[in-house]
């Protein structure tokens, strides 16, 4: 079976599952290539990154590329929780588009963070409790 282009693989998907636009994948492959970068220049690590450090990949990207609009324009491509980003990698794992390792698992995007703490809070003024928002976050990333 011949490997399938990237954008053949998200049209196939959105045709089977249309709860996520075809933008929402374009950004997600970005963020992934991101993620994989900054993890290599901060780290010495490229390669395969886990759920949690997708995410936190993904907050960031966002945030750079979006800033305050990110609820909006997420919610817009029909994203709504991090899970939702789970259930994009696994559609483009499942047509072999995005590897896997044994440990991997679809739970491993469940809750990890809130779409107000990742991307609402920042932009709040600041309060007592933003710091401690950011370690929690922090917290879970490198676990």
Not at 65 to 78: A, D, K, R
């Amino acid at each position: 079976m011949q490997k399938l282009e990237f954008t053949e693989a998200v049209e196939l998907i959105i045709d089977s599952d249309p709860r996520y636009t075809r933008e929402a994948y374009l950004f997600l492959r970005d963020a992934l290539d991101q993620t994989v970068k900054l993890r290599k220049r901060q780290l010495g690590e490229g390669g395969h990154v886990t759920g949690p450090q997708l995410c936190e990949g993904i907050r960031l990207f966002a945030i750079k590329q979006y800033g305050p609009m990110v609820p909006t324009v997420l919610e817009y491509w029909g994203v709504k929780k991090t899970d939702d980003f789970g259930a994009m990698v696994w559609n483009l794992i499942e047509l072999g588009v995005f590897g896997k390792t044994p440990t991997d698992s679809i739970d491993d995007f469940k809750d990890v963070f809130t779409f107000h703490d990742a991307f609402v809070a920042p932009y709040l003024p600041d309060s007592a409790g933003k710091k401690e928002q950011i370690a929690k976050r922090a917290e879970r990333v490198e676990s």
